[in-house]
């Protein structure tokens, strides 16, 4: 059954609009399927190539029109932006795999717009006016409606919690690595079934809040079977499982770092491998040094697993250098970063993931976002939702923290808890509103997508749809 939803105020879709009717030169009124279809076929050949097919006017007009026109689009800060900086927001986006394949494209945007959901997928979208007929019509009545939040960094198998721990750091205690082994210790006296139990609530009050796909980590069993049960639960609840057994090292090495190290390269990793998609490491004073992280990526990789960082946390590390040496999809937190290390992510398809919560939380400096963004860095927002650093999985937190603190445009924040996420993920279905894409979308009570920022702590969040499936 495919379901309309028309008035929408801005509809953010990260993709460039190529429907075949509004092509002037195309072939007339929309057709329904018809339309549908010729979208599709467009969105498949990536922004580059949209306009090769027909008229040498659309061709040559493609790339630069395109950017020009969304700034029009835009009300507020961006029109005044300019065409200059939307479009150096858009081409400063290396094309990465999402790229020609009906991944996530630029932050684009349309104003009273509409979309078609069929069979979970988006069918179609465009101005409200030019809409097709559906099965079943939702008035958004001017509201705003957005891709679904793709968080790429989460850590929601545990037990315990560490409100004490949080309110000594606010009254000036040091946050340190080491405080992973608190809620290490909570998670291997727990169950499969409580832990099972405290990743359902996460799960859904993530969902709640717009996150329609995360990422979740392992890291707080540091066994074999609690690291094998860890990987295993986050299966039952997410695709994107990441192996994180070189988390910290847990008490009993203590004094012997290399055994644990061989273990996690190991017999853990044989045991975590089936139920996971990736392999992660905390590479940092304290928890893993360069070639102990060099290590563990290297025997995830052989086992099947892709790589991503813990990187340059705390201190300015090896972290970063690491993963882009290894051609890991991201490099998350980023917090201390020399010269050579945001090169080093600029020229890369590494995505700098930033992860604002922990800062919040930790009180420490925040990562200069703008600095990444302006150097040409693909960057994500995600949560890092965990019980220790950064106890909150509220994405519009992290986009108002990515907009106050971190300087990014409200544009730039929204397309990295979408589409950035998406490219840490390496996923090319989510993260955005094009023709073809997972109908996993967001409906906020405001006329625009700035609103996140705008109204900080407001739960404007309405509706959530999966797959095109109306979930909250
Ligand atoms: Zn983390």
Not at 60 to 78: H, I, M, N, W
Not at 132 to 158: I, K, W
Not at 201 to 217: D, S, Y
Not at 274 to 285: G, M, S, T
Request: one cysteine or more; aromatic letters at 4%; a negative charge.
């Amino acid at each position: 059954m495919s379901v309309l939803i028309t008035n929408i105020g801005e509809l953010v879709t990260n993709q460039p609009e190529r429907d075949a009717d509004l092509d002037p030169g195309g072939a007339g009124p929309v057709a329904g399927r018809r339309a549908a279809d010729a979208a599709r076929e467009v969105t498949g050949r990536g922004a580059a190539d949209a306009g090769g097919e027909d008229s040498g006017r659309r061709a040559a007009d493609g790339a630069r029109e395109v950017p020009g026109r969304r700034a029009a689009d835009v009300p507020g800060e961006v029109s005044r932006r300019g065409a200059a900086d939307a479009a150096r927001e858009g081409s400063g986006r290396p094309a990465g795999p999402g790229a020609g394949s009906g991944g996530p494209g630029p932050f684009a945007a349309i104003s009273d717009a509409a979309l078609v959901i069929d069979e979970g997928r988006v069918a179609w979208f465009g101005p409200a006016s030019r809409a097709p007929a559906a099965d079943e019509m939702v008035d958004a009545d001017g509201r705003a409606v957005l891709p679904g939040f793709v968080d790429s960094h989460a850590h929601l198998v545990f037990a315990g919690e560490r409100g004490a721990e949080f309110a000594a750091r606010m009254a000036g205690q040091p946050y340190r690595a080491g405080g992973i082994r608190t809620t290490v210790a909570a998670t291997r006296n727990a169950t499969d079934d409580e832990l099972r139990a405290n990743l359902r609530r996460l799960a859904a009050e993530m969902l709640a809040q717009g996150i329609t796909t995360f990422e979740c980590k392992s890291g707080y069993g540091l066994t074999v079977p609690d690291e094998a049960r860890s990987v295993s639960i986050a299966a039952e609840f997410t695709p994107e499982v990441t192996y994180l057994g070189a988390h910290v090292v847990p008490p009993e090495f203590d004094g012997n770092p290399d055994g644990y190290v061989d273990l996690v390269c190991g017999e853990m990793l044989d045991a975590c491998a089936p139920h996971a998609q990736w392999v992660d490491v905390f590479c940092e004073r304290g928890a893993f040094g360069r070639d102990e992280a060099a290590a563990v990526l290297a025997a995830g990789q052989a086992a099947g697993l892709r790589p991503r960082v813990h990187a340059n946390q705390l201190t300015a590390g090896p972290g970063v250098q690491l993963a882009v040496q290894v051609g890991a999809a991201s490099a998350d937190h980023c917090s201390n970063l020399t010269d050579a290390d945001v090169d080093a992510l600029a020229c890369s398809d590494t995505v700098a993931t930033l992860l604002p919560g922990v800062e919040f939380s930790t009180r420490h400096p925040y990562p200069d976002g703008r600095r990444l963004v302006d150097a040409g860095a693909t960057v994500a927002l995600a949560t890092d939702c965990n019980p220790g650093s950064c106890f909150s999985s509220s994405m519009p937190l992290c986009i108002a923290l990515a907009v106050r603190e971190m300087h990014l445009t409200t544009r730039e924040a929204v397309w990295a808890a979408t589409a950035g996420g998406a490219r840490a993920l390496r996923r090319t279905d989510v993260g955005h509103l094009g023709t073809g894409g997972r109908a996993d979308l967001i409906m906020i009570d405001a006329p625009s997508h700035a609103y996140l920022s705008y109204r900080p702590g407001v739960p404007l969040i309405t509706s959530v749809w999966r797959a095109g499936e109306r979930v909250a």
